[in-house]
C-alpha cells in the first residue's frame, strides 16, 4: 500500500490532494481516504517536520510526500530522497537519511515525463531535508518552481497520474545506487535514470559533502546511504580519493557509469563471475545479447579469442564485425575503449563460438576468393595483383598498373599483359 502525503500548509500539495480526488474512486473514512493500494491523508504541518509519518498509514510499503519544489528553476517535476548529511537544518536529525524507494522513484520519474504539460521539465535532485525516520521508504514528489506553477492544475494533475502510475510498485525491487558529486540537480544520476533499468537511492551532491566534512569522520552517514538504498554500489562525479577509500574500506564499490551501462539489464551475480575470469568493465569487458539468466543459466566457456580472424573481419565492416561479438557471445573483453574485440571472451558454448567463426568467415568471403573452414582454422585464399610481377612484366608504374590492378589487360611493347600474369595467389591461415 502506498501513503500519500499532503500538506495543507503546502498549496502545490493541496492542488495535487484535489487533483488525486478527482482522477481516482476514493472511499472516505473521515481522515483518510482509501482506494485500492493507496491511501490518502491531510496534514497541518509541513511535510519536513513529519518524522514517523507512516504510522498514520496502515503499514505502508511506501510513502510518497506530494510537495512543491522552490528554485530558480522554471516550470519542472521533480523527485528526490529525503536526509541530511550533514546538520539538519530543514527538518530531520543531523547527518541521518532516510530509507529510499529508487524503484519508485525512477518510475516516478518515467510518469513525470509521460504526463508533464508543455513547458515543463522533468528533473532529479539529491538528497535534501527532513523526515529523516518516516518509517516506510519514501520520496518526494514535486511541482515547480514558484506560484505560478503551484496553482497550475494541469501541472498538479500530472504530478497526480504520476503518483498514482506507482500502484503494485515494489519500492526497492530494482537494482540502485548511491551517488556522490555534481550539482544539486544531479545531471549523472538523471542521466542513468533516464537511460537504464538502474535507479538511485540517496545522492549527495557537492554541497551535501561539503556539509558532512571529511569522509573519514563520517563512515557511518556514508554506510547508512548505502544501507537505506539496499545496494553496494555507487557512482561518483569527480575525482575523489578519500570518499573512494572510505566507500571502499565499508565493503561497498565505486563503478564508473560505463560499468552501470553496460551491465544494465544482465545479471549481477554474471557480471561479478565474468569480471573475475576475465576482466573489469573498466579494463574493457562488454557483455552481449546472451548475457541473461534465461539463455545462459549462468553456464560459459571461456574461449581465446581469433584476434587476427576479427581484425581481418573488422577491416571489411567494423559494425558487423562488433555486431557478431554482441550477438554470440555473453561478453567479450575489448580495446581501444569497446572498438575493437580482442583476448578472450565467454560464450554460452561451443556451438555459440564455432556460430562467432563462423560469421566472421561470412565477412572475410565478401573481401577473398574463397574462406574454407577447418576445424582448428580458417584458410582464406585470394589472387591479387602483384607489383613486383607488373614491374618484371616491364609494365610502368602509372595508369597501367592501376589498369591491371582493377582486372584489365593492358599493352606493353606490342604484348598484352593480362591481370593473371601479374597476379599472386596468397594464402592465410587464422587458427581457431
Not at 183 to 211: K, M, N, Q, S
Request: glycine share 10%; proline share 5%; aromatic share 8%.
Amino acid at each position: 500500500m502506498i501513503g500519500v502525503v499532503v500538506s495543507r500548509a503546502d498549496e502545490a500539495s493541496v492542488a495535487i490532494g484535489e487533483q488525486l480526488r478527482e482522477l481516482a474512486d476514493w472511499t472516505d473514512d473521515g481522515d483518510v481516504l482509501r482506494r485500492d493500494g493507496f491511501e490518502l491523508r491531510e496534514f497541518d504541518e509541513w511535510h519536513v517536520e513529519l518524522d514517523g509519518v507512516a504510522d498514520a498509514f496502515s503499514n505502508p510499503d511506501l510513502v510518497v510526500f506530494a510537495s512543491r519544489h522552490s528554485g530558480d528553476t522554471g516550470p519542472l517535476l521533480t523527485a528526490h530522497h529525503t536526509g541530511n548529511f550533514g546538520p539538519g537544518e530543514f527538518g530531520g536529525d543531523d547527518y541521518a537519511l532516510a530509507e529510499t524507494a529508487p524503484e519508485a522513484h525512477r518510475r516516478l520519474l518515467d510518469g513525470f515525463r509521460e504526463h508533464a504539460p508543455d513547458g515543463y521539465e522533468v528533473g532529479m535532485e539529491c538528497t535534501h531535508h527532513g523526515p529523516t525516520s518516516v518509517g516506510a521508504p519514501s520520496l518526494f514528489a514535486e511541482l515547480g518552481s514558484g506560484e505560478d506553477e503551484w496553482r497550475d492544475d494541469e501541472a498538479a494533475r500530472a504530478v497526480a497520474r504520476a503518483i498514482l502510475d506507482l500502484e503494485g510498485v515494489d519500492p526497492r525491487g530494482g537494482r540502485s545506487l548511491v551517488g556522490f558529486g555534481g550539482g544539486h540537480y544531479v545531471p549523472r544520476p538523471t542521466r542513468i535514470v533516464a537511460d537504464t533499468g538502474w535507479g538511485f537511492g540517496h545522492v549527495a551532491a557537492e554541497w551535501c559533502l561539503d556539509d558532512m566534512g571529511a569522509p573519514e569522520n563520517h563512515q557511518g552517514t556514508i554506510d547508512r546511504a548505502f544501507d537505506a538504498t539496499g545496494t553496494e554500489y555507487a557512482v561518483l562525479d569527480g575525482e575523489k580519493p578519500e570518499l573512494e577509500a572510505v566507500v571502499d574500506d565499508l565493503g561497498h564499490r565505486v563503478v564508473s557509469e560505463t560499468w552501470v551501462r553496460e551491465t544494465d539489464g544482465v545479471p549481477l551475480d554474471l557480471v561479478r563471475a565474468l569480471e573475475d575470469e576475465l576482466e573489469t568493465v573498466d579494463d574493457g569487458l562488454r557483455f552481449g545479447e546472451r548475457a541473461d539468466s534465461e539463455r545462459t543459466d549462468g553456464e560459459y566457456v571461456i574461449v581465446d579469442l581469433p584476434d587476427d580472424l576479427w581484425a581481418d573481419a573488422h577491416s571489411v565492416d567494423p559494425e558487423r564485425a562488433r555486431r557478431v561479438a554482441r550477438e554470440t557471445a555473453v561478453a567479450y573483453e575489448t580495446a581501444e575503449n569497446g572498438n575493437r574485440v580482442e583476448g578472450r571472451a565467454a560464450f554460452p558454448d561451443r556451438d555459440a563460438y564455432d556460430a562467432y567463426v563462423d560469421r566472421l568467415a561470412d565477412l572475410l568471403r565478401e573481401k577473398y576468393d574463397s574462406v574454407d573452414i577447418d576445424p582448428e582454422e580458417v584458410v582464406v585464399t585470394d589472387t591479387s595483383f602483384d607489383p613486383e610481377l607488373a614491374q618484371a612484366a616491364g609494365v610502368p608504374e602509372g595508369p597501367k598498373f592501376g589498369r591491371l590492378a582493377g582486372g584489365q589487360p593492358v599493352e606493353v611493347d606490342g604484348e598484352t599483359v593480362t591481370p593473371t600474369d601479374v597476379s599472386r595467389e596468397r594464402t592465410v591461415r587464422y587458427a581457431v
